[in-house]
């Protein structure tokens, strides 16, 4: 055995134990890795950004020495130093948890591709994710420290708006937002349609009061400009 003691920073200390909220000295065997030393302090390996030992940034398969210094950062402590903890993201689609459902909908209206199932145990969702490059986004520690589940992220608050700001600076989604694109219920992609088509789908005095309507082409439900969206319009601006 031997010891070595190791620092969190900003919204990793939400995962510690009081006792631990200061400098942590962690006793291990010569084999443990880095990942397994913060997971078993309680953090899950999706939240760190950068972890350095004894000054210098390693990735996770780095292996535990007597007397390392480590500090783990997460994403919003900016560092001077690579990314090199999991691979970079190519895309930002999600799979939503059933214990944050309701962000689903705000991200798709932000544009971004979002799965959820409520039935899914957590087995399933890491698969599915691991399967499909997903994103997870869950308040659940144990899918996060599931070895399958490379891109996560925990959502701290249990408020709807502000999980969102969250994951938007996180993945830093402000260039990538195209905000009223997909449809907020099945992610197909909104399309303009002409007003005759869609009579049924819309009450009588939107349909004589607007002209410009929009259809989802996957589940065909109809789209317009009205009091809803100058309502989102004015959310946009404080999310983005
Ligand atoms: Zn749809």
Redesign the pocket.
């Known amino acids: 055995m031997f010891t070595i003691s190791i620092q969190f920073f900003g919204e990793l200390l939400n995962f510690l134990a009081q006792a631990h909220q200061q400098t942590i000295q962690y006793s291990t065997d010569k084999l443990a890795s880095i990942k397994d030393a913060i997971e078993a302090l309680g953090v899950p390996h999706t939240e760190p950004s950068w972890v350095f030992v004894n000054g210098n940034v390693v990735d996770f398969s780095y292996r535990l020495q007597a007397n390392d210094q480590v500090k783990v950062y997460p994403a919003n402590f900016q560092q001077d130093a690579p990314l090199c903890l999991r691979p970079a993201r190519q895309n930002y689609q999600f799979m939503v948890d059933a214990n944050v459902r309701a962000v689903a909908k705000y991200l798709r209206l932000l544009g971004f591709y979002t799965v959820t199932d409520d039935n899914l145990p957590d087995e399933k969702i890491a698969k599915l994710a691991a399967e499909k490059d997903y994103i997870v986004l869950t308040r659940d520690i144990g899918l996060l420290k599931r070895k399958n589940v490379v891109h996560g992220c925990f959502l701290h608050s249990e408020d709807t708006e502000t999980q969102l700001q969250a994951i938007v600076d996180r993945y830093n989604l402000k260039p990538y937002i195209k905000a009223f694109s997909l449809?907020l219920?099945?992610?197909?992609k909104i399309q303009l349609i002409d007003k005759q088509f869609i009579a049924q789908k819309v009450p009588a005095d939107v349909y004589e009061t607007l002209n410009e309507f929009y259809t989802?082409p996957?589940?065909?439900?109809a789209y317009w400009k009205g009091s809803h969206y100058d309502k989102l319009q004015q959310k946009l601006k404080g999310w983005t």
């Open positions: 449809c219920v099945c992610n197909g989802c996957d589940c065909e439900r």
